[in-house]
């Protein structure tokens, strides 16, 4: 199958729905063997059989991402079936819905170590396989930039996530190893529709919604050789949402 990806070996965690779901796809449908990272077996078995139905190459790894045995399983897993890493997208994510004042200290650290704690420890034992030309992107999120009461582990998660990125590519310059977020809006998951804000009407969804083959396609575009010159951005894609609020 020839693609922008062909033969590439393609890592996404939260790949067994939504964004991750729609990115794995994009990989697959464009050449490339993808793992598939996931903590939900149904999801990540579900997934693989999606995209080889379709023609393409892809495995699954059960992997809580904070648990730093099993991120490294998981990227042994890809290096033992096919010798590399040339893309790592980390994207599993979680949130909460509480203040401040209100949130247990378990539930801050639960959300900062899937949310950045895993995105951390992908990097470090991903990028020893990673060779010249490969890229890693993050899922980063427009809370990062504005967001709004209660959602506090999650703004701060995604806001180190992108400090983060600014140190990785001062790191990997000599390794040629390209490092970028994505900043999706308001995106169709489940994620967004089981909001308890958005279900009771307290948060209003202003602009368009976009579909997670809409961040998919930012984020293909950021691991691909198109995107050789883009070096620790994040790029929104958030149809226009942050023009609005």
């Known amino acids: 199958m020839a693609g922008r990806f062909s033969e590439k070996v393609c890592l996404v965690t939260g790949g067994g729905s939504g964004i ?7 990989f697959a449908s464009e050449g490339a063997k993808v793992l598939i990272i996931d903590l939900n077996p149904a999801h990540g078995d579900q997934a693989v059989q999606t995209i080889t139905d379709a023609g393409g190459q892809a495995a699954f790894a059960k992997c809580d991402v904070g648990d730093s045995v099993q991120v490294q399983a ?6 033992d079936k096919w010798g590399r890493i040339d893309v790592l997208v980390n994207n599993a994510a979680m949130m909460t819905f509480l203040p401040t004042v209100e949130l247990p200290d378990d539930a801050w650290d639960h959300v900062l170590r899937v949310n950045l704690k895993g995105v951390f ?14 890229a890693i992107v993050n899922t980063s999120s427009v809370h990062a930039h504005e967001t709004e009461a209660g959602v ?15 140190v990785l ?6 390794q040629k190893i390209r490092v970028n ?3 999706p809006g308001a995106v169709n998951t489940p994620m967004l529709w089981n909001n308890p804000n958005v279900k009771s009407g307290k948060e209003k969804i202003q602009g368009a919604v976009g579909q997670p083959a809409d961040i998919a396609a930012a984020i293909c575009f950021l691991a691909s050789p198109e995107a050789r010159f883009v070096n620790g951005t994040t790029l929104v894609v958030d149809g226009a949402r942050l023009d609005i609020l």
């Open 74 to 79: 998981a990227v042994k897993m890809a290096v």
């Open 20 to 26: 991750g779901l729609a990115t794995a796809q994009q």
């Open 121 to 134: 420890m992908f990097c470090k034992c991903a990028i020893p396989h990673m060779p010249p030309g490969s």
């Open 152 to 166: 506090g582990p999650y703004a701060a998660s995604k806001g180190g996530m992108e400090a983060f990125v600014r």
């Open 181 to 183: 977020c994505v900043a």
């Open 169 to 174: 590519v001062q790191e990997l310059e000599t």
